[in-house]
């Protein structure tokens, strides 16, 4: 299964080499990883979603852990827990199509954040099925031209924060 | 005070009670090497980096102190990276410091630059890049301090050129703040109540004991738990010498090499200690089948030890000078009764032992290299350092020296360094310059850092190098003896010319020679007799199957046991 970690480290130079060096090494299978600062400057957070089974991701925290620089690890995946992905898409888009565009962007509640006289692009944030389904339904009807993705980040609900968890 | 950051590297070492560093000069150093001359500090000049890291290991593993290596940027640190990631295997101690081209050179492909943390990231516990000289006495502080605490390991610290001149306030940090970095002491006390539990349960049970214990000098310990809880032992390679061999529960080394014993008992008991072992794949065989019928506890500073290769039933994670003497007082309680409960069992194991001992082939004409290493227990009364190389001497060391003292057997285990041996000897022996220190090695490991007879001569290391010189190298030959039909691709190293008395004597090294089995008992003993260093050729038959042996992906109990006691 997926779980999703909230990965608290030192704001310092070669941290994420570190991370995606021992993430490498040990043949860990990471699905995204996303990573900015926090309300403390000197403390980055990474969200980490990992493929694998409990003794897998046991054994990916416990090495992620053993890092100097990684201060906190605490597993989303259990907790009542709010999970993002931003995707801006640019998809092909003329004249013609744009109104069925905005159509399809209106259900999604997306939004359009440029448009020229061939393509359009368009902003989502939501869960990977919704970013998943809008990315299907541009792609069979108007063809994707290019798409980026920030990988998840997730916080959990309730008062206490992850590196007080 | 105001110090340069070279001063500044030099006070922190001494701040740390370093009193030795290895170590070899160059460009981004020369600073630093000003400082060290300056200061008139203790440095040991090898003839090439590698020697200088694999030093610096020895006189850790010989010492429980922190080795230092310096090395300049590029190549210097590039040839370092065996020595650091053997440490790394080993969970040695370390700090390297290496120099690093200036600020403003650095990302340009500057002369003899080489990005060394991001090579060295994988094989350290730690590294940093030091681009600011007020920066120097933290890292340094925080660098010496994750070395030795918790799981032990390897530290790198680059510093540009231009942090070794620039001059800051000097004030040496008393404590370190890491917020990501709190090795523990003490575990949860609950497990160790339930471990007890488990003891009174087992009628089977078995300890095995690995490098941990050595790395937490907690051997005393061990003993008491030994005697009170009347279970057998095993021991891994690391763990050698943290019980002495003799001892009346020990039933020697298991794994790929081990004795029939300790292989037997591993697949036959119902509880397993695992007390500072990591389970590697040389010890466990076929991992699936690996104590398959026992439950298993792991004892481990590491947490992520625990379930990396062998499920644990259950965990205790913490130092051994913790959860051993926290087991022990619970144990001491119904001492009498365990030991009457497992009588059957330490019966059944003892039998085994008795009834299949190492053994190999004797020989009137040939010097075989058991009996070599069974004649330098004799005459060291199993009290020397023993240093190996790697391949089939290291192996015959493990089995056949008889080892008594924790720390007194030094050798790459989980790397598998070739070359490791005579470097790593000169570091024990600075360390320990009062004990006899004796280098076991082949005639292939020699050559790989056989420049650093010259450092021996030099600092007059009293070291005593024993080439087991069979022609061949032995460990890939009998592989290829045993699984590759006997095509011995290039590892016969037959009618090649360097003749090893005299490259001892070239560089400024005693060379003796043993070609017989008369000669070795005199020849041993003028070697020991002799100051300074001392180069002996053995010569052994070149092919000798190191045995028992469990071939990989085999189960442990499916040993080619071998040799006849003639």
Redesign the interface.
């Known amino acids: 299964m997926k779980h999703t970690l909230a990965v608290l480290?030192?704001n310092r130079?070669?941290v994420l080499?570190?991370i995606s060096?021992?993430i490498s090494?040990r043949a860990f299978n990471i699905e995204s990883i996303a990573a900015g600062y926090t309300e403390e400057p000197e403390t980055t957070r990474i969200t980490i979603v990992v493929e694998g089974n409990e003794?897998e991701q046991?054994?990916v925290v416990?090495?992620l852990?053993?890092?100097?620089?990684?201060?906190?690890i605490s597993d989303l995946t259990a907790v009542d827990s709010i999970q993002r992905e931003l995707v801006l898409i640019k998809v092909k888009a003329s004249m013609e199509t744009r109104s069925d565009i905005l159509n399809i962007v209106d259900i999604f509640r997306a939004r359009i954040v440029d448009v020229n006289r061939e393509t359009m692009v368009i902003e989502l944030s939501g869960d990977e099925t919704k970013i998943d389904a809008l990315c299907q339904v541009l792609e069979d009807d108007h063809g994707i031209i290019e798409i980026v993705r920030t990988g998840k980040i997730a916080l959990a609900r309730g008062p206490i924060p992850a590196k007080d968890q | 005070m105001k110090l340069t950051g070279a001063e500044a590297i030099i006070e922190s070492l001494k701040n740390e009670k370093v009193d030795v560093v290895f170590g070899y000069p160059g460009g981004a150093v020369l600073t630093l090497y000003d400082a060290l001359y300056q200061a008139d500090f203790r440095h040991i000049l090898t003839k090439h980096e590698q020697g200088a890291v694999h030093a610096a290991d020895g006189y850790a593993r010989a010492t429980g102190k922190v080795g230092v290596v310096i090395a300049t940027s590029g190549p210097g640190a590039t040839n370092l990276v065996t020595g650091i990631a053997t440490a790394y295997m080993d969970s040695i101690p370390l700090v390297a410091i290496t120099g690093q081209v200036a600020v403003p050179l650095i990302g340009r492909d500057s002369f003899q630059e080489a990005d060394i943390?991001?090579i060295t990231?994988?094989i350290t516990?730690?590294?940093y890049?030091v681009k600011k000289v007020e920066d120097l006495p933290r890292v340094l502080k925080?660098a010496f301090y994750?070395a030795r605490t918790g799981r032990p390991g390897p530290v790198v610290v680059d510093v540009a050129k231009d942090v070794f001149a620039a001059s800051l306030d000097y004030q040496y940090p008393q404590e370190v703040k890491?917020?990501?970095?709190r090795p523990l002491f003490a575990g949860n006390s609950d497990t160790i109540d339930k471990v007890f539990q488990e003891l009174k349960l087992a009628q089977k049970p078995l300890i095995f004991i690995g490098g941990g214990v050595n790395l937490s000098d907690s051997s005393e310990v061990l003993k008491d738990l030994i005697a009170q809880t009347g279970f057998p032992v095993i021991s891994t390679l690391m763990g050698l010498g943290s019980l002495p061999f003799d001892h009346p529960q020990f039933l020697g080394m298991v794994g790929m090499h081990g004795t029939y014993a300790a292989n037997m008992a591993t697949t036959e008991c119902d509880l397993m200690l695992g007390i500072g072992v990591r389970f590697d794949d040389r010890v466990t065989g076929l991992l699936s089948e690996f104590a398959s019928k026992a439950k298993i506890i792991h004892f481990d500073i590491?947490?992520?030890e625990?379930?990396?290769n062998v499920?644990a039933h259950l965990r205790v994670v913490g130092d051994l000078n913790w959860s051993l003497p926290a087991l022990l007082q619970q144990v001491e309680v119904v001492s009498s009764e365990l030991k009457e409960q497992v009588q059957p069992w330490i019966e059944k194991v003892l039998d085994w032992q008795r009834e299949n001992p190492l053994t190999y082939e004797h020989d009137t004409e040939l010097v075989m290299p058991q009996a070599v290493i069974e004649k330098v227990s004799e005459l060291t009364q199993g009290d020397a350092v023993i240093v190996t190389d790697v391949g089939q001497h290291q192996m015959w060391v493990a089995q056949y020296y008889g080892f008594r003292n924790p720390r007194s057997f030094l050798t790459s285990g989980g790397l598998g360094t070739m070359g490791y041996g005579l470097p790593a000897a000169l570091g024990a022996q600075c360390g320990l310059p009062e004990r006899p220190v004796i280098l076991f090695v082949g005639d292939g490991g020699i050559m790989m850092n056989c420049q650093e007879l010259a450092t021996a001569a030099n600092y007059n290391f009293p070291v005593k190098v024993l080439i087991f010189n069979n022609q061949s190298l032995g460990m890939v030959a009998q592989w290829q003896r045993m699984f590759y039909g006997g095509r011995y691709s290039h590892t016969s190293l037959k009618g090649q010319h360097t003749d090893f008395v005299k490259l001892a004597e070239a560089m400024g090294v005693t060379g003796l020679r043993v070609t017989k089995p008369e000669e070795l008992g005199i020849v041993l003993a003028e070697a020991l007799a002799t100051p300074g260093p001392v180069v002996v050729d053995i010569r052994t038959p070149e092919t000798v199957d190191l045995l028992p042996m469990v071939p990989t992906g085999a189960r442990l109990d499916q040993m080619i046991m071998g040799g006849t006691e003639g």
């Open positions: 480290v030192e130079p070669g080499t570190h060096g021992l090494r003794i046991e054994q416990n090495q852990s053993k890092l100097v620089d990684v201060i906190k | 943390r991001g990231t994988p516990k730690h590294n890049l925080e994750i890491l917020r990501g970095y590491d947490p992520a625990i379930n990396k499920l």
